[in-house]
């Protein structure tokens, strides 16, 4: 088993940043992947961000582009998201997620999640 331990999150202005993190344990072994999800309100989750085990690739949803930057620390086995120019359309609940799939962009592949958290940008 894989845990995911996610802090961060909270209110910020439209034009703000936030950061994310989540903290991977266990049997991290084979895990190819590490990601971020959200869910608004009404709406289905939606892929965010991923970045592979290594930290050799990134994906971004278009959404996000240029905007938010996911990265992670081998060391701590830490994956952050740092979401610059925030926009009222961001706001959701965000959900980190590791993967042994290769096709990180669809939730379906993510065998490990963690809490969700909130994140609301007011305008």
């Known amino acids: 088993q894989v845990q995911l331990v996610k802090s961060g999150g909270g209110l910020v202005q439209a034009g703000g940043s936030l950061r994310l993190s989540c903290a991977a344990s266990?049997?991290?072994?084979?895990?190819?992947?590490m990601g971020w999800f959200r869910q608004a309100p009404g709406k289905e989750r939606e892929f965010v961000a991923a970045?592979?085990?290594?930290?050799?690739?990134?994906f971004y949803a278009d959404s996000v582009k240029g905007r938010f930057t996911i990265s992670r620390d081998n060391a701590k086995n830490t994956m952050y998201l740092q979401m610059n120019s925030l926009k009222p359309e961001d706001t959701a609940v965000y959900y980190c997620?590791?993967?042994?799939?290769?096709?990180?962009?669809?939730?379906?592949?993510?065998?490990?999640w963690g809490q969700g958290t909130q994140v609301t940008v007011s305008s």
């Open positions: 970045i592979t085990w290594s930290g050799g690739s990134t």
């Open positions: 266990g049997r991290t072994f084979g895990i190819y992947a």
């Open positions: 997620a590791a993967t042994q799939r290769v096709q990180v962009v669809l939730s379906t592949s993510y065998n490990y």
